[in-house]
């Protein structure tokens, strides 16, 4: 799922460097926290993150598991950030190619040349 900030709010913060003060915002955000904390929780949500710097989009993404693409659709429109409107969000099917195994205790991380992908 990609999610974008209301511009109005990322163009106040960004130009003020400050958070705007926006109770309903704010409300709808810890909201969105909680309820990424439940889907973390119940092993739904795999992932997520957002795209640092200075960019016009200020995207942030989350990946999460769904049975269908309706569900995933329902569990998008959940988000109490993404109901009130302070994010705009859009899923999109995600196929996953490769992951690391880096961060898994006690193995060394695999490389190129222990694992020499076909040119």
Known sequence: MLLRLR????AKWKETGVWPDDP??????????AYWTQQ????RAIIAGAMNGDYWD???IIVFEAASPEEAETIMKND?????HVFQAQVRPFDL?????????????????????PK
């Open 7 to 10: 511009y109005d709010i990322y």
């Open 24 to 33: 309903e915002a704010n409300k709808a955000l810890e909201g969105h926290s």
């Open 58 to 60: 200020n995207a942030a």
């Open 40 to 43: 973390l929780k119940s092993g």
């Open 80 to 84: 109490p950030a993404v109901n009130a």
């Open 97 to 117: 190619f490769w992951v690391t195994n880096k961060f898994q205790a006690g193995i060394e991380a695999c490389t190129e040349a222990q694992n020499p992908q």
